[in-house]
């Protein structure tokens, strides 16, 4: 699996936007760049996903370079309950079922400061 | 109405005896999965079951089988368990056909300790 690359922590205030990076300067054509979170005590979370294109959806926006090889999960304004880990996570399709696999690395530990 | 359910949510064992863990999805996907986060909070794959067919198996010890009676339902036995086995597991669902555009939904886990 292509590897990625996330910051072990960050620290946000409330009610401020939020920008996780991710580099994975070894992605491939065939890889989608997905996220998730796991907040405490919980199952990870299915956040946003992209290929190419910037991406949002009602819980946050992806940015995504355009070369590609790094991407950027956008909080727009962040809550005590986005408090998780955060997990960029690139997912290759081809090649069938044994790929379909998502792979977590250590991702973000985010911290929300009342 | 819960999507993907597991049971039991906590689990305390002694060493050596052998143990369930039950999965079920109401969502209508086609793969099941299960994952383990240990201690450090790393999350590793262990199976996938696609249609009731093993797509995925990981690296696990023979002593972890999953079993799958239809693709609602996973679930994971775990026999003469050792004090490592300690950890969350996780069960999730997708759709294998739909992805790449597909997201996994996982369960709450079920915490294991092992004593």
């Known amino acids: 699996d292509a590897k990625t690359t996330q910051p072990n922590s960050m620290e946000s205030n409330e009610e401020e936007p939020v920008h996780l990076p991710c580099n994975h300067s070894t992605i491939s054509g065939t890889d989608y760049i997905h996220w998730y979170r796991q907040l405490p005590s919980q199952g990870p979370e299915y956040v946003i996903h992209?290929?190419?294109s910037n991406v949002n959806n009602r819980m946050a926006s992806l940015a995504i370079a355009e070369d590609r090889k790094s991407s950027t999960l956008i909080l727009h304004r962040a809550t005590l309950r986005d408090a998780a880990v955060y997990y960029c996570?690139?997912?290759?399709?081809?090649?069938?079922?044994?790929?379909?696999?998502?792979?977590f690395g250590k991702g973000t530990l985010l911290t929300v400061n009342p | 109405d819960t999507a993907v359910s597991q049971t039991p949510k906590y689990l305390v064992t002694q060493m050596g005896n052998d143990k369930s863990i039950k999965c079920e999805q109401n969502?209508?996907?086609?793969?099941m999965y299960w994952y383990k986060q240990d201690s450090k909070k790393f999350l590793k794959i262990m199976f996938s079951?696609?249609?009731?067919?093993?797509?995925i198996n990981e690296t696990v010890p023979n002593r972890f089988s999953p079993k799958s009676p239809d693709k609602a339902h996973l679930n994971l036995h775990i026999n003469s368990l050792e004090l490592g086995d300690s950890a969350v597991y996780f069960c999730?669902?997708?759709?294998?056909?739909?992805?790449?555009?597909?997201?996994?939904?996982f369960g709450s886990g079920t915490r294991l300790t092992v004593v």
């Open positions: 992209g290929l190419t």
């Open positions: 079951y696609n249609n009731k067919e093993l797509i």
């Open positions: 999730a669902s997708s759709h294998l056909g739909r992805a790449p555009n597909y997201g996994y939904t």
């Open positions: 969502l209508g996907h086609d793969t």
């Open positions: 996570i690139l997912r290759d399709v081809s090649g069938g079922g044994s790929n379909y696999k998502l792979t």
